[in-house]
């Protein structure tokens, strides 16, 4: 028991320590979030959003902009605004431990409840081999009436 309760509390060390890597907080104001909501999308590039969430909070996956053979991905980036805490958060989580992390229990759908705090959705099954058929580009682009957003986008 003691040698896996080390083990874990490595893993968990080493997890923790390749994420503050891959990750940019700040504090902004809304003009710089302004910005930096526009250089995301632009970096994500033309094109409708992979994975859409309508006004009920349903989320849906637009299959018809796979292709029928993968594209290696480098990096999966994520955006988010939360205005009323003036915080900007950046993650950008290469794609290798998106392959390694993604599975049935939690996929696309997992993350993507978890940040709009919806659990009832969990059915939308996207992995990362739908990910890589969709190929680089914008995978989610969500505005709550808060002003907070999200934007998803593979390279």
């Keep these: 028991l003691g040698l896996i309760a080390v083990l874990g509390a490595a ?3 080493t997890f923790l320590l390749m994420l503050r890597g891959w990750s940019d907080v700040r504090t902004a104001d809304g003009e710089e979030a302004t910005d930096a909501i526009e250089s995301a999308l632009q970096e994500a590039g033309p094109g409708p959003a992979y994975v859409t969430i309508d006004g009920s909070v349903t989320v849906h996956a637009r299959r018809d902009l796979e292709g029928p053979e993968p594209v290696d ?3 999966l980036s994520v955006f988010a605004w939360r205005p009323a805490e003036e915080r900007l958060v950046r ?8 392959r ?3 599975n049935d229990a939690f996929n696309l759908g997992t993350l993507t409840a ?8 969990l059915d939308l099954d996207v992995t990362e081999d739908d990910l890589m058929r969709r190929g680089p580009g914008l ?3 969500q505005a709550w009436t808060d002003g907070a957003r999200l934007v998803l986008w593979t390279r």
């Design 91 to 98: 993650v950008d989580v290469p794609f290798w431990f998106v």
């Design 139 to 141: 995978v989610l682009d």
């Design 114 to 121: 978890l940040l709009v705090g919806d659990w009832t959705n």
């Design 100 to 102: 390694l992390k993604m």
């Design 11 to 13: 893993g968990l060390g």
């Design 73 to 75: 991905l480098e990096t």
